[in-house]
């Protein structure tokens, strides 16, 4: 679940940004595929560099948790 939580924002951009830049394609009839690939990579970068603050707190609470309850298995 934990790694759902932490790609979800990324593909939702991804998703985002492929449909926007679809239609866009569709409407203008451009099939140029620079048009479609390099939109999609700034956004998907744009959503790394916003989220990753909060990506790489969720994932230091979960190894924080993981390791803080190790000797609940070390019986």
Known sequence: MQTFWLALPLLL??????AIISLIQIV??????????VPRLAAF???????????LTRLMEYTI???????????
């Open 45 to 55: 970068l744009a959503a790394i560099f916003l989220f990753l603050p909060w990506m």
């Open 65 to 75: 948790g993981i390791f803080g309850d190790l000797g609940r298995y070390a019986h």
């Open 13 to 18: 951009v991804g998703f985002v940004a492929g």
């Open 28 to 37: 203008t009839s451009i099939q140029d595929s620079a048009f479609g690939s």
